[in-house]
């Protein structure tokens, strides 16, 4: 099948680009001596997952138990869980899983660990733990210091469990905006870690992983000495987002959404076949492409705004040819949010369909 | 099953609520003797189309083609497509579905329907069609006066199509502040609606429906004489947007998301397990609850920001004795989006759940 017999809206993926983007970033964990554990929420597809573990990564991070699932299902035998799991159902799940696959869990407080250590203990299984510590974002993360010493203390006699590692999320790196704010974050990001680890060994664990790291500090790799992996998601595919965090040039973003131009109400305005249910509201208005997206080919045409299944162009002088049942293809703003919108996606080798993948993981928020 | 044994985040629908809603908004509509034809992208749930269609309505309306198939397939009989059907795949699944359901769809250009017609003309099928014109909105829609006469001109000498209505979406209701712009904008809409009709009827079409009208509206049915449907969709389950809007008070609102609260970091913040992948990024700020949603039973509560997995809440004083492992009830901004992320929702009796329905056409933007 050729890209000109699917349907849209759908989202395409180019193999090339895919690959390059895997292979740079597995790149920047080689030469700085870490390893690559991939954020899966990116693309939920356990084929891409085990595209990852090809080029070097040790396996896949993901947020929820449900992923977890998927990308076991798919092949991927090492697996991160950097979330909480809190609550009977899940614990019986997570150790279903651990059964079929080496799983990680993240905890950031002693109610989840204690929790966490009595499934386990019941089962006859130990459970690698890694806490999760804040490195000034705000978002979940034991602080530093003074909270960090009294939730060691508290897990110290907790059995079925293993405190093996820590970790941290500087999502503020997202919004950092030079390289100079990026390496900062990269360095302030592994010394928290890095502090957190050794904290932890004072109370006698055995601290064998730190990680940290997300796309946009992800160049930055050499500067997080000692830290043993590093997390990044969106690299997998960029979107403009991550052009802003210079993670990646807008041609080299290797997921387009394919649409339709279904009304020319005005010469200004073309009304393409896909709103917020394939883009989402996330991200923000750029000034690469213009709007809520990239065109491709088009940079000056402006992604104006979604309803639900409506995407607005505005079309500038020169841009005014477009008809009813054009095809365009448009880098969203935010791909992770894309991919969640949809239940496959097609792999393009050059304008041949190569693959269409199941987005297996897509909507297991469980 | 209780709701004290669904796992989380999941979406709740209190079904005293819903039958409410549902009755309410029939009432508007029959005592404006206008139809009520809802539009179905707000709940995707066949089941829920089923009670609306037994309360009344004359039918639903869909934004895509593949909502159209799922509402067929759950026996809906009576079905508007309010949007363009552009490509030979899609006219190939319209023609199919004409042949098992009553299927109307909107056109505002020639291009799309003079390839509705052909594929009309092949199939030996007469397809139903009702011109979309913009009320000001400046989304899709030709605009009155010269481009309706000239796409009406045009449509003219088309066969295999019937021109037998008129519609219209005022989307800028969405923004109304007052009862009494609201009312301005219904009146407005419906001569929008019904001049239109009498420009199509100049053409020698037989314009029997003009459609208008939205969940902001439709308590104004009675402002919008001469129109003979309304399509408000949003009403079934309401949302803080919509509470916002006037549509109903928070009380009203039918739909909640379950959440579990999963780390508490800090004395003022709380983590729960549903971010942008169930809330999404729809809806702004609000003062209604405070933030991006309205925890039930606690409004002071602040449901601040969302990662794609995480919900920050903030605590204020005398709110900050939430555990991990609580539970809590959020109503979304905005419901429409909400539903589109998960594959099912729970139809709940009081505490006991009552129905699982699968959302058949959640994800179907085809």
Chains 1, 2 share one sequence.
Request: glycine fraction near 10%.
């Amino acid at each position: 099948m050729r890209k000109s017999e699917l349907d849209t809206p759908c989202i395409l993926v180019d193999r090339v680009k895919l690959l390059d983007n895997i292979r740079r970033y597995q790149g920047y964990a080689d030469a700085a001596g870490i390893a690559l554990r991939p954020h899966a929420k990116t693309h939920k597809t356990p084929e891409i997952a085990r595209l990852q573990v090809e080029a070097g990564a040790v396996g896949v991070t993901v947020a929820k138990l449900g992923e977890a699932e998927a990308m076991a299902d798919g092949g991927i035998r090492d697996i991160v869980v950097a979330y909480p799991i809190v609550g009977s159902a899940k614990l019986a799940r997570l150790i279903a899983l651990a059964r079929r696959a080496k799983i990680t869990v993240a905890c950031d407080g002693i109610d989840a660990a204690a929790s966490l250590s009595e499934a386990a203990l019941q089962s006859g299984l130990v459970i690698d733990v890694w806490v999760e510590v804040d490195p000034g974002y705000g978002r979940a993360g034991v602080l530093p210091g003074a909270d960090l010493d009294r939730l060691a203390s508290a897990l110290v006699p907790l059995q079925g469990i293993r405190v093996c590692g820590a970790l941290v999320f500087a999502g503020h790196s997202y919004g950092a905006e030079t390289d100079a704010e990026r390496e900062a974050i990269a360095r302030n990001e592994a010394g928290t870690a890095l502090l957190a680890a050794e904290a932890l060994r004072g109370f006698g664990f055995p601290i064998e992983s730190v990680s940290a790291g997300s796309t946009p500090v992800g160049r930055f790799a050499s500067a997080m000495a000692g830290v043993t992996e590093i997390r990044p998601g969106t690299y997998v595919f960029g979107d403009v987002m991550m052009v802003k965090a210079a993670a990646l040039a807008i041609e080299q973003c290797a997921l387009t959404v394919l649409v339709t131009v279904v009304s020319r109400p005005a010469a200004d305005r073309a009304v393409i076949d896909a709103g917020t249910k394939v883009f989402t509201m996330d991200g923000e208005d750029s000034a690469i492409g213009t709007g809520r997206g990239y065109v491709v080919g088009h940079p000056a045409i402006e992604v104006a705004w979604f309803n639900e299944e409506h995407g607005i162009l505005k079309l500038p002088d020169g841009e005014r040819g477009l008809r009813v049942g054009d095809r365009l293809e448009i880098v969203p703003a935010h791909c992770c949010a894309v991919v969640n919108m949809l239940d496959e996606l097609h792999v393009l080798d050059g304008d041949r369909v190569g693959a269409t993948w199941r987005i297996a993981a897509r909507g297991k928020v469980k």
